[in-house]
């Protein structure tokens, strides 16, 4: 890992002639990305905490079949998203990173393609209603839901206006007030009675707020044109056909468990995948991070050279490779006590499901990253076969492990789980030879073994204290694994220093207030 990825601009003052130097180019870059990735990170922390308390309360009210109903309308609604998407945000952010006169135009016309798209994605979804025979309550939380999506994804221009001008803060604002709304508005919703129902309800309501926020926000750095023509709506339909390809082939992929269980089992067995799904999303948090954070970094360091783009990538690729390893882990070892506090007993069955998605982590953060560094290649189309293989290889998975599931175990949960972690050790492999062989040698590889050991060592010393108790256990698998990874310095002296500066400046700040 290259040690000038994580030089921080608050390592310290140069002073010359008594005369304070201005920072250099590149500590101001790099400063600007650490503040972007703490900005992410700790948007991530409040969300974390309001969806805590949401979890808390809201799928234990509804029960499994109330959640299976929330969680299926989800699904549908984000696979018939697809047709709004065209994968445009990508597209809108590498264009943006390099022509930033443009953003003006590029984010208003990607706003008018996606509200003349609408109509076929409420077409879609009113087909799907009646294709699968769902009740008054389903349907009617289905086309909220539905609302819910379209207002979501009119949104995204503007987040993708965010992320090129590496303003991540905004992104941060965005996340809180939309987290901190839903889970307020939805346990007051729901105490009060209204359920499901209720529960869509406000989510539409949140996030046509967000949408006003965000155009309220971006007018600082871009206004945004919304006149526009048939030859730019047209050109950006165009351009963004390969990054289209690949959302649907992502949205596909991410939701086809879901679809396939609800088609096949009922609603109850749905809930049991959809809580531990809920929880499996939230871990995503660290891929999604970085990759949103480096990904302008990515395609400037292309701009120069093949060579530049591997040095830039080994930084974020190799460290969630790293992380991956101890929060997969703590994931499986934790899901029987974390699932019977979040959801209580009714969700007992969904704990098998979480231990499996926890084994998912590892090659679902590393797909994350590859992605991006295709995306900055603007080689998506290589990246989007990959998504199309998993697409058809994971229904049959699906087929075969669901009905086996179900008939032996009762729960068809754990066959989709099963189906999701064998596909993404396939599309692992792909990825790893089309990208990872540029960016992994020795060192780094030497580096994740050591990981890997002191995470298996931490295992060790989790199971041989369950036992007497879960809490010991637990902190005397944490203190194992951050002795060894100390004794093993895992922690590169970069990384450390940036942890240090950032921790400095938060004294500083606290001894200030």
């Known amino acids: 890992?290259?040690?000038?990825?994580?030089?921080?601009?608050?390592?310290?003052?140069?002073?010359?002639?008594?005369?304070?130097?201005?920072?250099?180019?590149?500590a101001s870059v790099e400063g600007r990305l650490g503040r972007n990735i703490?900005?992410?990170?700790?948007?991530?922390?409040?969300?974390?905490?309001?969806?805590?308390?949401?979890?808390?309360?809201?799928?234990?009210?509804?029960?499994?079949a109330g959640w299976g109903i929330v969680v299926s309308a989800l699904s549908v609604s984000g696979v018939a998203g697809i047709v709004l998407g065209l994968g445009t945000r990508n597209y809108l952010v590498r264009e943006l990173v390099v022509n930033r006169a443009a953003a003006p135009t590029l984010v208003g016309t990607a706003i008018v393609l996606r509200l003349l798209l609408a109509p076929l994605f409420a077409a879609s979804i009113i087909g799907y209603a009646r294709f699968s025979h769902s009740g008054q309550e389903a349907r009617t939380v289905l086309y909220l839901l539905a609302a819910f999506t379209l207002l979501t994804l009119l949104a995204e221009p503007m987040q993708a206006g965010f992320q090129a001008i590496e303003r991540m803060q905004y992104l941060a604002y965005s996340d809180i007030v939309s987290k901190s709304a839903q889970s307020l508005t939805g346990i007051g919703l729901v105490i009060l009675g209204f359920r499901t129902r209720g529960i869509a309800t406000s989510l539409v309501v949140v996030a046509a707020a967000v949408i006003a926020l965000n155009a309220f926000w971006l007018r600082r750095f871009v206004r945004i044109a919304l006149r526009t023509s048939t030859r730019k709506l047209v050109h950006m339909a165009k351009q963004s056909l390969a990054y289209w390809a690949f959302g649907v082939f992502s949205m596909l992929y991410l939701w086809i468990d879901t679809i396939m269980l609800s088609l096949m089992t009922r609603a109850e067995v749905v809930g049991w995948y959809g809580a531990p799904t809920r929880l499996f999303q939230t871990l995503m948090f660290l891929p999604v991070l970085l990759s949103t954070a480096w990904l302008p970094r990515l395609v400037a360091a292309f701009e120069e050279s093949a060579e530049k783009l591997w040095r830039t990538a080994r930084t974020p690729l190799e460290l969630v490779l790293v992380l991956s390893m101890p929060i997969a882990a703590g994931t499986a070892i934790v899901a029987g006590p974390l699932i019977h506090l979040l959801y209580g007993s009714a969700y007992r069955n969904a704990v098998p499901v979480m231990v499996v998605l926890g084994l998912c982590i590892p090659p679902m953060y590393l797909n994350i990253m590859l992605a991006s560094v295709l995306i900055a290649q603007k080689r998506q189309v290589v990246w989007t076969w990959v998504m199309a293989g998993a697409t058809v290889v994971n229904p049959p998975f699906n087929l075969l492990l669901i009905p086996m599931t179900q008939h032996r175990y009762g729960n068809g949960a754990v066959g989709a789980a099963v189906s999701l972690l064998v596909t993404e050790l396939l599309v692992v492999l792909a990825g790893f030879t089309m990208v990872g062989r540029n960016i992994f040698g020795r060192t780094e590889a030497r580096r994740c073994l050591l990981c890997a050991l002191a995470t298996a060592l931490m295992c060790g010393a989790f199971y041989a204290m369950r036992p007497v108790s879960v809490g010991l256990a637990l902190v005397l698998g944490v203190a194992i694994f951050v002795l060894s990874a100390v004794k093993f310095r895992i922690a590169t002296p970069a990384e450390m220093a940036f942890v240090t500066a950032r921790l400095s400046r938060l004294r500083v700040r606290s001894g200030r207030a």
Do not use: K
């Not at 040690?3 to 390592?11: E, I, L, Y």
């Not at 310290?12 to 008594?18: F, K, M, S, T, V």
């Not at 969806?51 to 509804?62: A, D, K, Q």
């Open 38 to 64: 703490l900005s992410l990170a700790g948007g991530q922390l409040i969300t974390w905490t309001m969806t805590l308390v949401w979890t808390l309360i809201v799928p234990r009210t509804l029960g499994p």
């Open 1 to 26: 890992m290259t040690d000038t990825a994580w030089v921080d601009d608050a390592g310290g003052l140069a002073l010359a002639e008594a005369q304070p130097q201005p920072p250099s180019p590149a």
